[in-house]
């Protein structure tokens, strides 16, 4: 009769865990989190890694059988946020949507800086990188290529100036990469987002903007706006017709702009990877990628231990290029 009983309960328990890993949840083998789990967004609802976060939320919790709760909490370049998750107990209930700013140039940026991005947090899965792009406004710079604007650039010097969402911001990096290599000065224009940039490139107040290549493509109506190229290696396959700037400049490098989840640090290898695992088969999904991609982004995926040396490589690289452009802490 107990064991009997005992069937019974088994097989109802199994039939609320997904049928991939029922058995294995059910003998302990697989961690199985019976809380809802809160993911902690360090920037304001909307696009970016806000977005981000949701929707790989949002399939982890029907995955998982838990409900994901988000948790805006803003402020100091997300350093609030960062701070609480790095507090928060390793059990698993408690993530942190990460980004290249929170866990690679805060360090370089923030004096005094309130946690360790290594040392505090427990890497999960690098969930997407940010594709970036050149677009000018050709009725003040007769362009149509890259190779070009380094022509005019050069027969014009001084006259030429880039936008980007802000000073110490990738795309302000990504700008002053581009006259490092090609070795044109284009001055900077920061500004507080990238919708005041835009403003100001099809008013003609800056010739040229780095940006996020989904912003660009939501002007692609505009006749007067033109994307040179996108800022990477390869051209990016959900919009295959713009050009990679390497095809001209071979030795320019994007600096690295990513999302990712992490845990706490110290959080248990059953937890680790079960979340790692739930997180990669959301990104697998085609309407996730999809999706992802119509807001310019690469789905990356991987494993912990390949995040790790993301964040660890990735703070080794911004530390040279800071000190290069005249940024510094604050």
Not at 201 to 217: D, E, K, P, R, Y
Not at 286 to 295: A, G, I
Request: overall charge neutral; glycine content about 8%.
């Amino acid at each position: 009769m107990v064991r009997m009983l005992g069937a019974v309960v088994l097989c109802a328990a199994a039939a609320l865990v997904p049928n991939a890993v029922a058995a294995q949840v059910l003998s302990g083998q697989i961690w199985q989190p019976n809380k809802p789990i809160a993911i902690v967004i360090p920037f304001p609802p909307g696009p970016g890694l806000d977005l981000v976060a949701r929707m790989v939320g949002d399939k982890l919790s029907a995955s998982i059988g838990q409900p994901v709760i988000y948790e805006n909490r803003t402020g100091a370049s997300g350093s609030i946020a960062a701070e609480y998750v790095a507090r928060a107990a390793p059990d698993g209930l408690t993530l942190m949507a990460a980004a290249t700013s929170t866990h690679a140039t805060n360090v370089h940026l923030i004096k005094n800086l309130s946690y360790d991005p290594i040392k505090n947090f427990t890497p999960i899965v690098e969930s997407v990188e940010t594709i970036g792009c050149i677009v000018v406004n050709t009725t003040v710079v007769p362009v149509n290529s890259v190779a070009e604007l380094v022509t005019y650039a050069k027969a014009n010097p001084g006259k030429l100036s880039f936008g980007s969402s802000g000073a110490g911001s990738f795309f302000h990096l990504a700008g002053e990469m581009f006259n490092q290599v090609t070795g044109v000065n284009l001055a900077h224009v920061p500004y507080r987002g990238s919708v005041a940039a835009f403003t100001d490139l099809i008013g003609g107040h800056i010739q040229v903007n780095f940006t996020q290549l989904s912003q660009a493509v939501a002007y692609r109506d505009n006749p007067n706006l033109k994307v040179l190229a996108v800022l990477e290696e390869t051209r990016f396959s959900r919009w295959p017709e713009y050009p990679s700037i390497t095809e001209t400049l071979p030795s320019y490098k994007m600096p690295p702009t990513w999302n990712g989840i992490v845990g706490p640090a110290g959080l248990p290898e059953p937890i680790l990877q079960r979340l790692n695992a739930e997180l990669n088969k959301a990104l697998s999904l085609p309407d996730v990628k999809r999706r992802l991609e119509d807001n310019g982004y690469r789905v990356v995926g991987g494993s912990s231990e390949a995040f790790g040396k993301r964040i660890r490589d990735d703070i080794a690289f911004y530390g040279p290029i800071f000190k290069s452009v005249g940024v510094q802490a604050q």
